[in-house]
C-alpha cells in the first residue's frame, strides 16, 4: 500500500485567510484525489489532480476557492482560500495503489475561527 | 453522476451479535466496492472491497456481498465487539474508475 503523508495535519486559522495543504506520496501514482468531511458528514470528492493538467473539480466546487497544484506524480497541494467557519473540516488526501485500491493520508484538521 | 445510500445511520448491537449493513449505488458502471471503518479522530481505513466480477468476499469475521443485478452491497460483521464500534462508510468508484462517491455512513455501537 502507498504511504502518504499529509501537512499539516492540524491547524486553527482565521477568517479570510488562505492555508495550503501538502500531500506527498512514497511511489509515483497517476491520480490523486482531495476530499472534504465536514463535522459528522460523510465524505465528499471535492477534485482529481492529475498531473500535467488541471485538476477536475465535482460540483459545487471551483478551482477560484480550491485551487490544486500536481507538479509531479508524487506530490499535490490544496489550498482553501479565503476561508470561512464553513470550510472548517477534514481535509482528506488519496491515491489508489496496488490495483484500484484507495488509500487516504492523515488527513488535516482545519479549524477556522 | 453516481449516488451512494447507505442504511442504516446508527446500529446498536450486543457483544456477539451480527450486524449488517446495507449500500445501494446508482451506476451500473461502477466496479469497485470498499468499505471503511473510521475511529473517531483518525482517518478512514480500509477494512474489506469487492469488485464487479465477484459476489462474495471474507476476511475472518467481515464479509462483503454484491448484487451487480439489484445494485446494491452488504457489509457483514459477525460476533461483534465493543472495539467494532466506529463509523462505516460504503464507496463507489464513479464513472472515472478510480474516485470513489462514499455513503453518508452507519454509526455501530457494540456494547458488553
Known amino acids: 500500500s502507498a504511504v502518504i503523508s499529509q501537512k499539516p495535519s492540524r491547524d486553527i486559522c482565521q477568517r479570510g485567510t488562505s492555508l495550503t495543504i501538502q500531500c506527498q506520496v512514497d511511489s509515483q501514482v497517476t491520480m490523486m484525489f482531495w476530499y472534504r468531511q465536514q463535522p459528522g458528514q460523510s465524505l465528499t470528492l471535492i477534485a482529481t489532480a492529475n498531473q500535467g493538467s488541471e485538476a477536475t473539480y465535482e460540483s459545487g466546487f471551483v478551482i477560484d476557492k480550491f485551487p490544486i497544484s500536481r507538479p509531479n506524480l508524487t506530490f499535490s497541494t490544496l489550498t482553501v482560500s479565503n476561508m470561512s467557519p464553513e470550510d472548517s473540516s477534514i481535509y482528506l488526501c488519496?491515491?489508489?495503489?496496488?490495483?484500484?485500491?484507495?488509500?487516504f493520508g492523515e488527513g488535516s484538521w482545519l479549524t477556522v475561527v | 453522476g453516481e449516488n451512494v445510500e447507505q442504511h442504516p445511520s446508527t446500529l446498536s448491537v450486543q457483544e456477539g451479535d451480527s450486524a449488517v449493513i446495507k449500500c445501494t449505488y446508482s451506476d451500473s458502471a461502477s466496479n469497485y466496492f470498499p468499505w471503511y471503518k473510521q475511529e473517531l479522530g483518525k482517518r478512514p481505513q480500509l477494512i474489506i472491497d469487492?469488485?464487479?466480477?465477484?459476489g462474495e468476499k471474507k476476511d475472518q469475521r467481515i464479509a462483503v456481498t454484491l448484487n451487480k443485478t439489484a445494485k446494491h452491497f452488504s457489509l457483514h460483521i459477525t460476533e461483534t465487539q465493543p472495539e467494532d464500534s466506529a463509523v462505516y462508510f460504503c464507496a463507489a468508484s464513479n464513472q472515472a474508475g478510480t474516485a470513489l462517491i462514499f455513503g453518508k455512513g452507519t454509526t455501530l455501537s457494540v456494547s458488553s
Open positions: 469487492i469488485r464487479s466480477n465477484v
Open positions: 488519496s491515491v489508489e495503489s496496488s490495483g484500484n485500491t484507495i488509500y
